[in-house]
């Protein structure tokens, strides 16, 4: 397998902790895990720390993983969601050894249910949902066996046998286990097996009108292909006994253990397939891959590396209790990502026209800049600069607060990579408006010139006005606000409605053959990506990843 984790082993934790005992005491020759995605959905960042925990497990110890789909609910799956997830998996770097659907395994599911009806560890029972329901008791009380219990294995054979040639309507019957009514552990309380769905499956087509339970399913497709180490989420702890049991009676050969571990919280975010999808379906979002989305399609369209979401999953480690993440530590591991990596550029996000005046017409000179000061390897680029300039609002008072270095009327900043101007005329439109400002500019003051007779406090970024490239650029806050104080809030009340906050504005000219998925750090502003789309005027569009500093500290500022 080769899979692209740069060879740094796994931090330690309890999971791997079991698999170097299980090796060292021969109790497994080669580990073998799987991640076993439901086809519901596209895939989120909990589901990529799953993936990073099977496959670089396994890959540390030179053991294989596969890719499964546990395709058994075909009313909510979709082979739009098989192709995505795929493409997910392998984005994140990881290459599966072998890929299976649980609906591979139908077959072979449906003989080990005969071989546990002859046994007489199962049996069809024909009450209606709610019956069921009413018979299972709770947490303090037993539950009451079904009136249907005791039929005869031939009796059972006979209906299971109906079931599946599709003489029943949906929800008729059902096969459940015979375990144990009175069990402390309710999934042990005769948990169903089989259900009656008349519906299409994305694979097997019309084939099957009987569907298994992810509970008895899960544990076949493991055993099935041998998988040592079945890792699953914490809320499946209550559900170990009934694994167990199902490879025990189905008299599967390989000995498959359940593990689980926490499922990956972060504040702010959505972890949950159903939610997410309630957003896709309700418009509040432009997609599974909308940039604000915490899929992997949607990080990766914000401009997240697979590396920084790795390093992120990995660093984080894997703990046995619920606890939640906070997202700045995502944010962390893009920042450190990146900064290497991203090229450095201007852009002007709220622009005012600055005219040199004393700046010969018509010339334009190219000034040198590293690509990437952090990086000198990345080399120079060039920056054209002219009398007209445009910079950022933000950047200009007419009547600035004390220890207000940047520009203002008689005040003198720097350019970024070019001169130091002096601001000398406020121009203003009827309304009162500042449309423009007039500087002088100092030709003894370029950058790289040595220059250091007087010195500014303030420096400003800015583009050339006539070659400047029309950019928009979308600044990205969470989905949700503030998700501790509201989480009993319906979803579509928890919306930050400024969550996609629109503005237009200019890039340095040398950015007009960027492609869509490129990163660049905006100076002062942040890191954006180039998104795939371009807005309805024609421009480049560009989704601000993550800001310079964290916004806790953004916010202080
Ligand atoms: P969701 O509720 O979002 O649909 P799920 O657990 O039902 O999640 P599956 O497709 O069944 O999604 O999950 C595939 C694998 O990913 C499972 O092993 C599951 O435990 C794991 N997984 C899902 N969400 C998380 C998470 N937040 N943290 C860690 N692992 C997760
Ligand atoms: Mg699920």
């Not at 947490?139 to 006979?158: A, C, F, H, M, Q």
């Not at 928009?472 to 928890?494: A, G, I, S, Y």
């Amino acid at each position: 397998m080769e899979n692209s984790n740069e060879n740094k082993s796994v931090p330690s934790n309890f999971i791997k902790n079991i698999v170097i005992e299980d090796l060292q005491e021969g109790r497994v020759q080669e580990i073998h895990t799987r991640f076993p995605p439901e086809p519901n959905g596209y895939l989120h960042i909990g589901h990529a720390k799953s993936i990073c925990l099977n496959f670089e497990l396994a890959d540390e110890f030179k053991g294989k993983t596969n890719l499964r789909f546990d395709d058994t609910n075909p009313v909510k799956e979709d082979t739009e969601y098989v192709d995505s997830i795929m493409e997910d998996v392998r984005w994140l770097g990881f290459e599966w050894d072998a890929l299976f659907y649980a609906s591979d395994y139908f077959e072979e599911m449906y003989n080990r249910a005969v071989l546990l009806i002859k046994k007489g560890k199962a049996y069809v029972c024909d009450l209606t949902a709610e019956e069921t329901r009413e018979l299972r008791g709770t947490l303090t009380e037993p539950g009451k066996d079904s009136p249907y219990r005791n039929r005869s294995v031939e009796e059972n054979l006979d209906l299971f046998a109906r079931m599946r040639a599709g003489e029943f309507a949906d929800g008729a019957r059902v096969l459940r286990a015979k375990i144990d009514m009175a069990a402390p552990n309710i999934t042990l309380r005769d948990p169903i097996l089989y259900r009656i769905a008349h519906v299409h499956h994305h694979r097997t087509g019309d084939a099957w009108c009987i569907y298994p339970m992810y509970d008895y399913a899960h544990p076949l497709g493991d055993a099935i292909e041998g998988i040592t180490h079945s890792i699953c989420t914490l809320e499946f702890e209550d559900h170990r006994p009934m694994y167990d049991w199902v490879i025990e009676q189905c008299e599967m050969e390989t000995q498959t253990h359940q593990y689980e571990f926490a499922r990956l919280n972060i504040t702010n975010t959505i972890m949950s397939k159903r939610y997410l999808k309630t957003l896709v379906d309700e418009g509040v979002v432009h997609g599974w891959d909308d940039p604000r989305m915490p899929t992997i399609s949607g990080m990766r369209r914000r401009g997240y590396t697979a590396e920084s979401i790795r390093n992120f999953c990995r660093e984080i480690g894997v703990a046995k209790a619920n606890s939640v993440i906070d997202e700045r530590n995502l944010e962390f591991f893009i920042r450190e990502d990146l900064k290497m990596k991203a090229p450095r550029t201007m852009a002007v996000l709220d622009p005012i026209k600055v005219v040199i005046t004393n700046y010969p017409e018509g010339q334009i000179e190219w000034l040198d800049a590293e690509v990437n000061a952090e990086n000198p390897e990345m080399g120079m680029r060039q920056i054209p600069f002219s009398r007209e300039i445009y910079i950022e609002r933000e950047d200009f008072m007419e009547n600035p607060p004390n220890k207000y270095f940047r520009l203002f009327p008689g005040n003198e900043v720097r350019l970024k990579h070019a001169y130091f101007i002096v601001c000398n005329d406020v121009i203003k439109n009827e309304d009162g408006e500042v449309v423009e400002l007039h500087c002088t500019y100092d030709v003894a003051t370029k950058s790289g010139s040595g220059f250091n007779a007087r010195k500014v406090k303030g420096t400003i970024h800015w583009v050339e006005a006539s070659l400047a490239i029309p950019a928009q650029l979308r600044l990205l806050e969470p989905l949700l606000v503030d998700e501790t104080d509201n989480k009993d809030m319906p979803l579509l009340d928890r919306i930050n409605p400024n969550s996609m906050q629109v503005v237009n504005g200019y890039i340095e000219p040398n950015m007009k053959d960027v492609q869509a998925g490129e990163q660049f750090q905006f100076f002062r502003h942040g890191y954006f990506c180039v998104d795939k789309e371009k807005s309805s005027e024609d421009v480049l569009v560009f989704n601000r990843i993550v800001s310079l500093k964290s916004s806790f500290d953004a916010k202080k500022a």
